[in-house]
């Protein structure tokens, strides 16, 4: 089947400005993730949805960032005046809900502000 | 600050030698623990999951849980030039299932 989708690919925008990345997740699954990943590092946990709701969005760096997800499948994370040190690449992932929390990720999205 | 520490490589063996990664964690309470395969420029794969103590076998992969020691290891047998590529511990942290913390991995090459 479908793996996670995530969109755009790739993301160029100037400091200060508005953006928004897409992710739709694995039929089915009910939990779905986002972390972001620098060069050398590895993915940095940022919030995580059971459902419509945001049950845990500890690793959200600082109030310009957001994320949604109004009907229990697609999500978009928000990230409003951008800076050159949001430069990474945003990655999606989901699960099922459950003890076994095996998380599948998608293609990222790599955003570079400038 | 729940740490998940590998050593970053990388790596070097021969083509059809046994690879084996590390991985140690700070959270005592973890739970879940996994393996993910990065190719450079792509995006983290599944590769194993292990939830208890011991092994857990998967094809060429074995993975090794010991909770008491708070280490986690991935044995990659027969290994293959395609093995080539980071690969990252990822544990669960906080009390949590859901939430993972990810070492920055170790980079593995496997020479023809």
Same mark, same amino acid.
């Given at each position: 089947g479908a793996g996670v989708s995530q969109t755009p690919s790739n993301k160029v925008t100037e400091k200060g400005k508005y953006v928004e990345l897409?992710?739709?997740p694995i039929?089915?699954?009910t939990a779905l993730y986002w972390y972001r990943q620098s060069l050398g590092q590895g993915p940095e946990f *940022?919030?995580?949805?059971? /459902? $419509?709701? %945001? %049950?845990?969005?500890? /690793? *959200?760096?600082?109030?310009?960032f957001f994320a949604v997800r109004p009907e229990g499948s697609v999500s $978009? *994370?928000?990230?409003q005046r951008?800076?050159?040190?949001?430069?990474a690449v945003y990655l999606c992932a989901s699960s099922f809900a /459950? %003890?076994?929390n095996e998380q599948f990720f998608g293609p990222g999205t790599r955003l570079t502000v400038l | 600050q729940k740490e998940v520490e590998q050593n970053s490589g990388?790596?070097?063996v021969p083509e059809g030698a046994i690879a084996s990664l590390n991985c140690t964690y700070s959270d005592r309470v973890s739970q879940s623990f996994f393996w993910y395969r990065q190719y450079s420029g792509k995006s983290p794969e599944?590769?194993?999951?292990?939830?208890?103590?011991?092994?857990?076998?998967?094809?060429r992969f074995t993975a090794q849980l010991n909770k008491a020691s708070q280490y986690v290891s991935l044995l990659i047998r027969d290994s293959q030039p395609s093995d080539s590529a980071t690969y990252l511990c990822a544990v669960s942290s906080g009390g949590s299932n859901y939430k993972l913390t990810f070492g920055k991995g170790t980079l593995l090459t496997v020479n023809p």
């Open positions: 897409r992710c739709d039929s089915g699954h *940022l919030i995580y949805f059971q /459902g $419509t709701g %945001a %049950a845990d969005d500890s /690793g *959200l760096p600082n109030d310009r $978009t *994370l928000k990230i951008t800076e050159r040190g949001d430069s /459950g %003890a076994n | 990388p790596l070097s599944l590769i194993m999951s292990i939830y208890s103590n011991g092994d857990k076998e998967d094809g």
